[in-house]
């Protein structure tokens, strides 16, 4: 485990065993915006932790989408993604 100079946050996970993993809520306005997001094979995650730190997951897979109506209908989506690392910055 690789840690920060004052040695309180973590720097760096690498992939071994453990998960990775959350759950985003989408609201989308078009079904071309809902295919945009879930079609995509692999992506990147930043999250903003405060000030200038922040988390990026990368190498993130959706796991599960879960659509409460049909697509045409939707407007909001809950999708659950795996991320193999992520660093903090």
């Known amino acids: 485990m690789i840690r920060t100079p004052n040695g309180h946050i973590l720097k760096y996970l690498p992939h071994r065993h453990r998960d990775l993993t959350g759950e985003l809520v989408f609201e ?3 079904k071309e915006e809902f295919d945009e ?8 995650l930043e999250f903003g932790l405060g000030g200038s730190n ?3 997951f990368s190498n993130c897979k959706w796991e599960t989408v879960a659509s409460p109506t049909r697509v045409e209908e939707l ?4 999708a659950t993604f795996a991320a193999k690392t992520v660093a903090i910055s």
Do not use: Q, R
């Open 28 to 30: 989308f306005e078009s």
């Open 75 to 78: 407007v909001s989506l809950k």
């Open 37 to 44: 997001v879930v079609n995509d094979a692999e992506f990147t």
């Open 54 to 56: 922040k988390a990026i």
